[in-house]
């Protein structure tokens, strides 16, 4: 049975920070969002077979405001997540429930003017590897909440869009 776990908090990635280092601890948050445990099946588009990915990653990402810069003057809005990854990855995998905590890194008078913009949850980006390719899916906000007690089918396609379905056991 497959293991899930978190491999990198945003907090520990230097991409955020300045000069590459970790941005350190979070400034601003929103509501936290409950992602249910879910199971996440993966098969090809075309033919519907069921595949075995080499290695499976799972994103739970949110926004949040950026500091103004003299390009943003009011500011940016910029991607963060958390990573999640499985091994050793099958056919078929329970994820496991998981927490959202949207959060920022600039608390600063723009966050609240003209309106406010806290940080908000994007969704779940689940990327796959596959022998010769490497392809990606996103589960949006409005389907995550459906996830409870149900299948998400990951329809690989390495020659274009990959898409994920969420259906009944």
């Known amino acids: 049975m497959a293991i899930c776990r978190v491999t990198v908090r945003a907090e520990e990635n230097g991409i955020f920070g300045k ?9 601003i948050f929103a509501a936290s969002v409950a992602i249910p445990a879910f199971h996440l099946r993966f098969v090809d588009s075309k033919s519907g077979q069921q595949l075995t990915p080499t290695k499976v990653s799972v994103a739970y990402g949110w ?20 990573l999640v990854e499985c091994e ?23 966050n609240r ?3 406010t913009k806290k940080p908000t949850f994007t969704g779940i980006g689940v990327v796959i590897q ?30 274009g869009e990959s898409i994920i379905s969420i259906q009944s056991h």
């Open 113 to 115: 003017f003209p309106f």
């Open 19 to 27: 000069g590459g280092n970790p941005p350190g601890a979070a400034v």
């Open 63 to 82: 926004r949040w405001l950026e500091y103004p810069y003299p390009e943003h003057s009011w500011g940016t809005w910029s991607e963060a997540s958390d």
């Open 130 to 159: 596959l022998g010769g390719c490497t392809t990606r899916a996103t589960i949006t906000p409005k389907e995550a909440a459906k996830l409870k007690s149900r299948f998400a089918v990951f329809k690989a396609n390495c020659a």
């Open 88 to 110: 050793p990855p099958s056919a078929e995998l329970e994820i496991p429930e998981f927490e959202v905590r949207p959060r920022g890194w600039y608390d600063g008078k723009y």
